[in-house]
């Protein structure tokens, strides 16, 4: 089993940042941690999502997380101020357009980031790539833990981890314990619901759609959905034909990074013959909001099952 280096922390964290996500502050019943950071800190070992383990001391407080998803978890957590870096593309997260950009996701910057002297690199599992980074990172000493978050449960178990880092498990466990009530609120709301068949639309043209592992199936399911890609892939190519045997009845798309201008379907050749073109059930999202998972993925939840059950909506 691998061991990180350990490094001397100081024993009290800096107070938290009071910036927090506005998608966090929406929900009347966000849960949002108001601790100004933690009084006591036990020695804690969190093992990652691959069996690596970093063991630390006192509270991380120089934290770079090369995922946005990471930052937006640290920021509901009350742990704005434990953040060292970004990457390039979090500049539009709220609090975050001040800290120094190390790279990108894929390609961060190693030299930057030993820079910045970092207690801790997080980073998400995925693409080959990014783990070679990773182990490059670990080379220079740093410590880096990658886990994946590609459901609910996933992301919960990120959050309580990251709660144990910072010294932060009472605020972390109180974000969890809202979330998964209003989960289950959803789950009562829509279990005699017939599940609605959605296609979720990553990318056009060259036909992208979001498949059965990732958080956009998770956050279909919970809005009383059903995925009409029944591959396990997170992203899935799709062609026209296969969209058209599969008829959903109703349509997301995403816009944002992937998908920056998307074409309205009734333009799209063959498209307007499409249940739900015809019926009127097409919602354009946001893809950060959606496909990202954090702590707007409920909200996401509650907004998709809105839209598809209007007839229950509250």
Do not use: C
């Not at 927090?20 to 006591?40: F, I, K, R, V």
């Not at 704005?80 to 975050?96: E, N, Q, Y």
């Not at 959050?159 to 989960?183: D, F, H, P, Y």
């Amino acid at each position: 089993m691998l061991r990180s280096p350990t490094k001397a922390l100081a024993a009290e964290s800096a107070e938290s940042s009071s910036a927090t996500l506005a998608g966090a502050d929406q929900h009347p019943d966000s849960g949002a941690p108001e601790s100004t950071g933690p009084t006591h800190f036990s020695p804690v070992t969190v093992r990652d999502d691959a069996g690596y383990e970093v063991q630390l001391n006192a509270p991380a407080k120089r934290i770079i997380a090369l995922y946005g998803a990471f930052n937006e978890l640290l920021l509901a957590l009350g742990a704005g101020d434990s953040l060292a870096a970004r990457t390039v593309a979090d500049a539009d997260i709220p609090g975050l357009a001040h800290l120094p950009a190390i790279g990108t996701h894929m390609r961060p910057n190693a030299e930057l980031i030993v820079q910045q002297s970092p207690d801790l690199v997080i980073q998400l599992a995925g693409r080959n790539e990014a783990l070679l980074q990773t182990e490059a990172l670990r080379g220079l000493g740093l410590n880096v833990l990658i886990f994946e978050m590609n459901s609910f449960e996933q992301m919960f178990g990120v959050m309580e981890k990251l709660g144990q880092l910072t010294g932060r498990e009472a605020e972390a466990a109180k974000l969890i314990s809202t979330w998964q009530k209003r989960i289950a609120d959803l789950e009562a709301r829509y279990a005699n619901q017939e599940p609605v068949r959605v296609f979720y639309e990553v990318r056009y043209p060259n036909l992208l759609a979001a498949g059965r592992g990732g958080i956009v199936d998770d956050i279909m399911i919970h809005a009383g959905a059903r995925n009409v890609v029944t591959d396990e892939k997170k992203l899935v190519r799709f062609n026209e034909e296969a969209l058209l045997a599969a008829d959903p009845d109703a349509y997301i798309v995403q816009r944002g990074p992937m998908n920056p201008d998307p074409q309205p379907l009734d333009q799209r050749l063959h498209y307007k013959n499409l249940r739900a073109v015809r019926d009127g059930r097409v919602l354009t999202v946001d893809e950060d909001f959606f496909a990202r998972p954090g702590p707007r993925s409920v909200d996401a939840a509650e907004e998709l099952g809105r839209f598809l059950h209007p007839q229950t909506a509250r």
